[in-house]
DNA sequence: AATTCAAGCAACCGCGCACAT
DNA sequence: GATGTGCGCGGTTGCTTGAAT
């Protein structure tokens, strides 16, 4: 526990990068993936290979055959940080639309401040921009409109529990938890509808989730209290979808870019062939929302951990025991979802999905292998079309340096993705480098 | 034109958790 | 069990930019 030990280290850069450490950072990632940060800052001015499995014997040929390893002045974390936040070729750029507002609204209502999850339902987004953005603007806004953004509740509301008991909350952070406390202490759904009332997207649909909210109350509070009790994280992410998509049909939630490797489902979209598979064996209204949010949490949890083939990789509700036989699927992977009494699990083939043991990059590029391909199109798509507004913004006024930097990320990020699925298809050490380092 | 101020954003910091030794 | 390390998350800081004065 602790501080990261590189943190004390001297000589370590700080503040902006520079496009040259951008590029290095890109290209090191993008030909090895990232696996062990610390080392990344150590490996990425140098074309070494990187593999957990040669890591250590690397270190001590490395001590023995280099002896000027310059690499980036920057520790892993930093690292980390300027890829996940900036470089990632999948990240989507440009304003929020409102429609992203909304959902992030919906969403803090009932996760806090828990922006990681949040933005884990926002392809494209980081937490970090979903942070700011709450800050610098949602806040400011929902207070216009005479909402607390900490409770999601009427500011007059809010004043008068604060005059009722002044010492439960006197400070932001104790009302940070006020909309989970809320929703555990009430045990039903009536105080987050109550809230939730202020937004119009929300308000509109209201009539039609009971459902879904109830379940997903319960879910909630069957996860936090299991959270509580086994310290662990909550699982909450996997009904956030569920949730959010049956707030706002029309909002379209979280496929608002359908094209996206999250594989998130528009009910409205045409282009997906994912609704039909569903459609010819959900019935609920309620459903259609499902599947794709089930698919991306299943690919999640079954890229992120060791699961044998075939094994369970999930559980649903009995709402959705009509989901049996179902079967999953998109570019030929699928999920066949099986129930067991009160209970639906789902099976991935695991021939299909295969990631790399070291890989992790289901938390930041979701479900690759799913969508390989239109991941690389998708972020290329992205890509142009913020190239070209920001194009569009230069020739309003100068064309300054700081556009072409912008404009150069945007053509490196281009390559990145490019380069991403590679990242993908399976990783072995490049032997030959590894061997070169010998002679 | 110079200064001030606020907004937006990128990056850092501290902490907690998981895992390895 | 204690300690060290790596990673991720949320809070915060501080820089940049543009609008207002």
Known sequence: MGRHSCCYKQKLRKGLWSPEEDEKLIKHITKYGHGCWSSVPKLAGNNLIFHRFFYKMLMFLITLLCDNLEGLQRCGKSCRLRWINYLRPDLK???????EENLIIELHAVLGNRWSQIAA???????????????????????????????????????????????SKNNEKASEGISELT???????????????????????????????EFFMNKFVASHESSTTDNKPSDLSEYVSFQQLNYSPNNIGLSMNPNTS??????????SGIESEFNSCVTNTVLPSLPSSFLSFSTRLKSSTSLPPDS??????????????????????TINVTSSNSSIFAHVPSSEHEIPEDMKWSE????????????????????????????????????????????????????????????????????????????
């Open 121 to 167: 339902q926002l392809p494209g987004r980081t937490d970090n921009e979903i942070k700011n953005l709450w800050n610098s603007s949602i806040k400011k806004k929902l207070r216009q409109r005479g909402i607390d953004p900490n409770t999601h509740k009427p500011i007059s509301e809010v004043e008068n529990e604060e005059k009722a008991s002044p010492s």
């Open 364 to 439: 930041y590029l979701h479900t690759p292998l799913i969508l390989g391909n239109n991941l690389q199109n998708q972020s290329a798509q992205d890509l142009f079309g913020e190239t070209k507004s920001r194009t569009q913004v230069s020739t309003e006024g100068s064309l300054t340096s700081t556009s072409n930097w912008h404009q150069n990320q945007q053509l490196q990020n281009l390559q990145a993705a490019d380069m991403s699925a590679s990242i993908f298809r399976g990783f072995l050490p490049p032997v030959d480098n590894f061997l070169s380092l010998l002679h």
């Open 312 to 333: 369970p990789i999930g559980l649903l509700s009995t709402k959705f025991q009509n989901w049996d036989g179902c079967s999953l699927g998109n570019n030929g992977s």
């Open 262 to 271: 999250n594989l998130l489902f528009n009910p409205n979209s045409k282009s």
């Open 93 to 99: 750029r440009g304003a929020f639309s409102l429609e």
């Open 183 to 213: 929703l555990v202490d009430s045990g039903n759904s009536r105080k987050i509808n109550s809230s939730l009332d202020h937004y119009p997207l929300i308000q509109n649909n209201s009539s039609n989730l009971a459902p879904t909210h």
